[in-house]
């Protein structure tokens, strides 16, 4: 069975440090990927897809980057974090075709 | 635009009641697919129930079931015999064609909590 898995659960970093979310799908191959935010008491943002090795497509210009350095890999990056980066970050995995997205466990990043 | 509106931001419901969430969503496309999300205080996104566009009969999963109503946009999600843990977030979400980077469009949630 196709699981996935976030990590880590919770982060405390101070502003200007950097950032680095890993999300890693297991039981399946060629999965699209996605980074989600969501910021507290709010809905879910989309930050970043990826249909395939080293493919990202940003949807909201920002001080985070993604990676995808293998097909079942997805990483969030950011080089000098800031306040307004806090929040829940949600990894997601898709099979093309087949409805539904799957939900990481989230990490809850709070930035001081 | 927005695509998927939520305009109830909290409800409480007495246990083993009822309840409806409201959702609208915007799309010019002929095929969509609609999702309700669970997210409890722990943060995971529990997927519920799905209906495509073409589907003719509303989509049921046990105590979930959602009132499609094409026409109108519309996606409610009704929770029959309410229990303690369904408290919890609620997102409506939309998902336009299934071709690569069709992502899904979140509402903003509506806050279920589940009085004993």
């Known amino acids: 069975s196709q699981t996935i898995h976030q990590w880590p659960a919770t982060l405390v970093q101070p502003v200007g440090s950097p950032l680095s979310l890993e999300c890693t799908v297991e039981?399946?191959?060629?999965?699209?990927l996605y980074w989600y935010r969501q910021a507290a008491g709010r809905g879910l943002q989309l930050l970043f897809y990826s249909v395939g090795i080293g493919q990202i497509s940003s949807e909201v210009p920002q001080n985070l980057s993604a990676s995808r350095p293998q097909d079942r890999q997805f990483i969030l990056s950011s080089k000098k974090l800031l306040l307004s980066d806090s929040g829940f970050y949600l990894c997601?995995?898709?099979?093309?075709?087949?409805?539904?997205?799957?939900f990481g466990s989230g990490t809850r990043l709070t930035v001081v | 635009a927005q695509k998927i509106t939520q305009t109830q931001p909290g409800m409480f419901v007495q246990e083993k009641e009822a309840v409806t969430l409201d959702c609208t969503y915007d799309?010019?496309?002929?095929?969509?697919?609609l999702f309700w999300y669970k997210q409890p205080s722990s943060g995971e996104m529990i997927f519920l129930i799905y209906?495509?566009?073409?589907d003719e009969q509303n989509a049921t999963e046990g105590r979930y079931s959602l009132n499609f109503q094409k026409a109108r946009k519309s996606a409610n999600l009704v929770i029959s015999a309410s229990q303690l843990g369904d408290s919890a977030m609620y997102f409506c979400a939309m998902r336009e064609g299934w071709g690569f980077g069709n992502v899904l469009h979140c509402g903003s949630g509506t806050q279920v909590i589940v009085l004993p």
């Open positions: 039981g399946t191959s060629n999965p699209n």
């Open positions: 209906q495509g566009s073409y």
């Open positions: 997601a995995w898709e099979k093309t075709g087949v409805r539904g997205y799957t």
């Open positions: 799309t010019s496309d002929q095929s969509y697919g």
